[in-house]
């Protein structure tokens, strides 16, 4: 049984700093993809963050430069690491994993990945940014 757990999150003022980590678990042998999904108020559900099993990230233009997120494949760990946050960064974030099979994984550069690719999700944490 898969399983993503989520910690972190919480209130920052405008360039500041906030991570979040995510635990996926029951995974197995499996190829996972793994992406960070923000939801602002009044806006759909968006990947922002997208890291598949070798490591390769991909962000969208949102958070580039800012956002990092690094990986401890020992632990099924991911932190996202958000820099020099800003008010527009505001909402409920999600921790998304696909396992299988998986030949390739969505790409959240440009405007972001759709979440209708991902079956497990973590229950979502809050960020608020104040200016």
């Known amino acids: 049984q898969v399983q993503v757990v989520q910690s972190g999150g919480g209130s920052a003022q405008a360039g500041g700093a906030l991570t979040l980590s995510c635990v996926v678990s029951?995974?197995?042998?499996?190829?996972?993809?793994v992406a960070w999904f923000r939801q602002s108020p009044g806006k759909e559900r968006r990947g922002v963050v997208g890291?598949?099993?070798?490591?390769?990230?991909t962000f969208a233009d949102s958070v580039t430069g800012r956002f990092t997120i690094s990986r401890d494949n020992a632990k099924n760990t991911l932190l996202l690491q958000m820099n020099n946050v800003k008010p527009e960064d505001t909402g409920v974030y999600y921790c998304?994993?696909?396992?299988?099979?998986?030949?390739?994984?969505?790409?959240?550069?440009?405007?972001?990945?759709?979440?209708?690719?991902?079956?497990?999700w973590g229950q979502g944490a809050q960020v608020t940014v104040s200016s």
């Open positions: 029951g995974s197995g042998n499996d190829d996972v993809c």
């Open positions: 998304a994993a696909e396992v299988g099979d998986l030949e390739i994984c969505p790409n959240c550069s440009g405007s972001g990945c759709y979440d209708h690719f991902y079956r497990f």
């Open positions: 890291i598949d099993a070798t490591g390769d990230t």
